[in-house]
């Protein structure tokens, strides 16, 4: 074969090889992209499940007096929360319609440790019905809570009243409590009661101590707290005596306002007859009542 001839073939030879070489170089690039691609997204993937499951917050949802939503989260995990959207249910309606709401970014993220309320640039009206409202983060995590803003006041605290004695003497004290329960999942602060509202049908006065206790720094997630007020009354027999209140927790609207009335006697009306047992007369009538006090009990005796 004649020297060039062999020459050329050597040469095509050559390219052929380099051709191949570098298809196999590209093929071999791509598949190692595409490896680098899995993994990265799996790693990826793998970060934001590590971060989803280590949030943890919970939500506490309440309106003021003038029906405005308040939507706070407190991050009771170690990295911060972003929420990203707020859906609100309303139960009520024979529809159930439902709204979605985006959270401005000034207010979506929450440090570890802190309470935010997540909609304070927003001015969300609610109508007193009963909703399920459900807060979204931007790892996916979701907390549903219900809302009941028929009876006033906030999805944390609850309140009953009731009076020992409900017919007291003239010139006798008549005792007046307030049970308060935190019905959420969060510790509410600083619950303490408002001041005793007290009115008389009669001429007569009521004069009224200061609560017992004042105040209570911390009230978990379902505990329950009783305030008493002792009152001095005057009157004359047959007046109705009318006692209201409400408690007030921080960063939550006060808790619904409630009221309870006695009836004003002379000693020994009624053929004589003693005073009424509170315990069997009215507690055991209101036996959810009785069940509240009986825990508030325990607790104090602990």
């Avoid at 720094?217 to 329950?224: F, H």
Wanted: charged share 15%; net charge negative.
């Amino acid at each position: 074969m004649p020297k060039n001839r062999r020459g050329l073939s050597s040469v095509v030879g050559a390219l052929f090889f380099t051709v191949l070489m570098i298809a196999g170089f590209s093929v071999l690039s791509l598949a190692l992209d595409a490896q680098t691609d899995i993994v990265t997204t799996q790693r990826i993937v793998s970060d934001i499940e590590i971060k989803k499951q280590q949030e943890e917050f919970g939500v506490l949802i309440s309106t003021d007096a003038n029906d405005i939503l308040d939507v706070s989260i407190h991050n009771q995990g170690q990295n911060p929360v972003e929420i990203t959207s707020v859906w609100i249910t309303n139960k009520t309606l024979p529809d159930q319609p439902i709204a979605r709401y985006d959270i401005n970014y000034d207010d979506a993220f929450v440090p570890s440790g802190f309470v935010s309320n997540v909609v304070s640039t927003q001015t969300l009206s609610i109508t007193p019905d009963k909703y399920d409202i459900k807060v979204i983060s931007s790892y996916g995590s979701i907390k549903t809570v219900e809302l009941d803003t028929n009876g006033g006041g906030s999805n944390g605290l609850r309140a009953e009243m009731l009076t020992d004695p409900p017919d007291p003497v003239i010139g006798k004290n008549v005792t007046t409590a307030m049970i308060v329960t935190n019905t959420g999942d969060l510790p509410i602060y600083n619950v303490y009661p408002n001041t005793l509202d007290t009115s008389t049908t009669g001429s007569g006065t009521i004069t009224t101590s200061s609560p017992t206790p004042t105040g209570v720094s911390t009230l978990t997630g379902g505990a329950s707290v009783m305030f008493t007020w002792d009152s001095q009354v005057t009157g004359s027999s047959g007046d109705v005596l009318s006692f209201s209140s409400y408690a007030i927790g921080d960063n939550i609207a006060n808790s619904n306002t409630v009221s309870d009335t006695s009836l004003l006697r002379l000693a020994g009306e009624g053929g004589g007859s003693p005073d009424p047992d509170i315990i069997n007369d009215d507690l055991l009538a209101r036996p959810q009542l009785f069940f509240v006090i009986f825990k508030v009990t325990l607790l104090l005796c602990s």
